[in-house]
Nanobody
C-alpha cells in the first residue's frame, strides 16, 4: 500500500521560512518524480515545485522561484521543500504527489499526471 505523508507546515509570520517534508512508502521511490502543489481557499490547486526521480531536474512556479529549494533523499524516501521569505500569498494547504516515470528527465507539472497524493499540510503566513 502506497502512502505519501507531508509534514512541516505551520503558522508563521511574514518573512519566515519553512521546510516541508514529503515521506513516501510502499513504492520504489527512486522511480517517481515528486511534485509539490498548493491550494488556497477558493482557488484551484497549483503547481509549486517538482523534482525528477533522480534529483537531476528541478522546476519551480514563478510565484516561488528564487525563494524555494526542492531536494530529495532517495535513501530516506523523502522530498523536501524549503521556502524562505514567506508572504501571506503563500498561505495554502500544501500537497505532495508522486508520479511514476520511466525517464529520469521527466518532471510533470500538472496535477492530473500524478499517481499518489498525500493529505496535505497547512501553511499559514500572517503579516
Amino acid at each position: 500500500q502506497v502512502q505519501v505523508t507531508e509534514s512541516g507546515g505551520g503558522s508563521v509570520q511574514a518573512g519566515a521560512s519553512l521546510r516541508l517534508s514529503c515521506a513516501a512508502s510502499g513504492l520504489t521511490f527512486s522511480s517517481y518524480a515528486v511534485g509539490w502543489f498548493r491550494q488556497a481557499p477558493g482557488k484551484e490547486r497549483e503547481f509549486v515545485a517538482g523534482i525528477s526521480r533522480n534529483g537531476g531536474y528541478e522546476y519551480y512556479a514563478d510565484s516561488v522561484k528564487g525563494r524555494s529549494t526542492i531536494s530529495r533523499d532517495n535513501d530516506k524516501n523523502t522530498v523536501y521543500l524549503l521556502m524562505i521569505a514567506l508572504t501571506s500569498e503563500d498561505t495554502a494547504v500544501y500537497y505532495c504527489a508522486a508520479d511514476y516515470r520511466t525517464r529520469a528527465t521527466d518532471l510533470p507539472t500538472t496535477a492530473s499526471s500524478y499517481d499518489y497524493w498525500g493529505q496535505g499540510t497547512q501553511v499559514t503566513v500572517s503579516s
